[in-house]
């Protein structure tokens, strides 16, 4: 607050000079527009008050937070600057601090003093007191400049995925179809009135799916606990399979033992028998059995099973099935790719990593499906347009190519047995099949009458026929290190060793029983394995004895049960057997039944022939 008439008299005396901060302006010069007033006029007290609120600022600015998640109001900055000038502080030690405090007498002349390092320098002296030439208070009166505050939002950034495809014009048919279709069904179901049963139905439909979605998030923890329970359960059974050496293979070598570990069996599939067996590559402790029966007249639905050794009390993978299972066989890249083949003559395909019980693929009477039951089927690798294919064998006398394409399974005859001779009109059936380890296109094909033909792929010509037994050939396979060998087994008893460029067999092996299954070790070129209906395991080393097997042990009682089929664990000294009650047990291979035979090196051939020329000097 100040005097209007002070600032009239200080314009109005042109000649007067006014000390304004210790200095002198001379000649003040009145403007041409200056406002003349009256002595009640200049003695009037102008009063203004100041407010912390700014009248024209907003009150109702609100922005989102995405902390709350919610939108809240903005503080708005109520501060306006009325009056602003820049200060003219002198330092007092400089020189012109100097100058002007000797012009107002306060300080004696410049000496030796004046100096900061001087003892009177540091002496406290009273500064001057520098009044305002307005008439006003010492203290301020203004009020406190709030701190200026800077608020900043920082959210997480939101997902980003790359997301890349190619449309084809079949795809976007295919899509356009199946939009189609969704649209009559809502039409259809807008059209029907609901009525009480279908509400009903309709809310236990939602609860199932409710159910469905909580038990989906708790899967796996729960299968996580139940494999830590079975690992306590069968920790003994583990530790065998891990550590434990039979010591008596030193007393009694070369012969070896079995030492039984895990047995896997399904409640539901007690009254069906063991129809296939197959290991999966990419990860040895699982493997698929094929669940059907071998009756004729005891056909029904079946079941394709997926146990693993983490948890042997319940499969890790049920898909039941309409017709029995006979034969299956996993890829051995794309290890979720399962073909297998049924008693109704019909094939498919399934997915692991779909979800549902159904097959992705399956052949049925348009897309060329057998008459006959299908005893065996064999992945091979990928065509030329990289689609993947199988081939299956039936009692029908066809060998079929499948292809997948797209969605649908393409089939392709590859070759047709031929009739038998005796037989007016018969065509051979088909019973066994395995392609070669090294040569893509050359496979076998076992028969119902005991004879074995060797084929190619892309010829409908038989190459070889060998007369190779009396009754129905079980098993066929090569040998997974030497080209020419492979094995066959059959009901009339009988195991016999081939080189498929003689008609005759090379080694014949009588067990005295029906067998039922035969296989090659992984680890070794002269190891194989069989089993046989009275309940035994026979397992052979032709490197060691050529004309007995180094183990035969009985793991099934023959009055309960009868041995189906064997398989060797490609990674560990691992085999399972399946049965005709459903079971199937493992078995650990003592060291003397996985010896791997040494290799040959030139020195040590080298050595050997130098021996014998000594030898025969």
Known sequence: MYSRSLLYVMLQDEEKTVEIGGGHIKGLIKPPDQLKLTEAELKEKITRVLNTQNPHAPDNIVRWTFKDRCFKPCVVDHTIHIFELEGNLVYKNSDEGRR?????????????????????????????????????????????????????CQTEPPPRSSFSASANQWEIYDAYVQELQK??????????????????????????????????????????????????????????????EDPADEFKFPKGTLLPLWKVKYDQAKKLSVTALCWNNKYPDLFGVGMG????????????????????????????????????????????????????GSVAVYNLKTEGKEPI?????????HTAPVWQVCWQNDDMDSNHNFYSVSSDGRVVSWTLVKNELVFTDIIRLPVIPCVSNFTACGTSMDFHKQIDYLFLVGTQEGKIYKCKTYSSKILETYDAHHMRVDTVKWNHFHPKVFISCSSDWTIKMWDYTINTPVLTFDLKEPIGDIAWSPYSSTVFAAVTTDGNVHVFDLNINKYEALCQQ??????????????????????????????VNSFKLSPNLRKKPKVRTLTNCRLYAQNEMTCTK
């Not at 405090?101 to 001087?118: C, F, H, I, W, Y």
């Not at 042997?312 to 290890?335: A, K, M, N, Q, W």
């Not at 693929?361 to 499906?369: E, F």
């Not at 793991?555 to 079971?583: C, E, Q, S, W």
């Open 361 to 369: 693929y399956k052949s049925t009477a348009k897309t060329g499906k």
């Open 554 to 583: 009985l793991v099934v009682d023959k009055k309960k049960a009868k041995l189906t089929h064997i398989a060797f664990n490609p990674i560990h000294p691992i085999i399972i057997v399946g049965d005709d009650r459903g079971n």
């Open 183 to 244: 649209q009559e069904k809502n039409k259809e179901k807008q059209k029907a009135a609901p009525s009480e049963k279908d509400e009903k139905s309709q809310k236990k439909m939602m609860l199932m799916e409710t159910q469905d979605i909580d038990l989906n998030k708790v899967s796996k923890a729960a299968k996580v606990l139940e494999r830590m329970v079975n690992l306590n359960i069968f920790d003994e059974i583990a530790q065998d399979f891990a550590y434990y």
């Open 100 to 152: 002007l405090m000797l012009k107002q007498g306060e300080v004696e002349e410049a000496g030796e003093e004046d100096r900061p390092d001087s003892a009177a320098s540091k002496t406290d002296k009273k500064e001057p007191k520098i009044t305002n030439i307005f008439n006003s208070c010492d203290r301020a009166t203004q009020t406190l400049h709030n701190p200026p505050r800077e608020i900043n």
């Open 293 to 344: 029966s071998y009756n004729f007249c005891k056909q029904g639905s079946g079941m394709l099973l997926f146990y693993t050794y983490k948890n042997c009390s319940f499969p890790e993978y049920i898909y039941p099935t309409s017709s029995g299972v006979l034969c299956l066989d996993i890829h051995e890249e794309r290890t979720y790719l399962v073909a297998v083949g049924f008693y109704d």
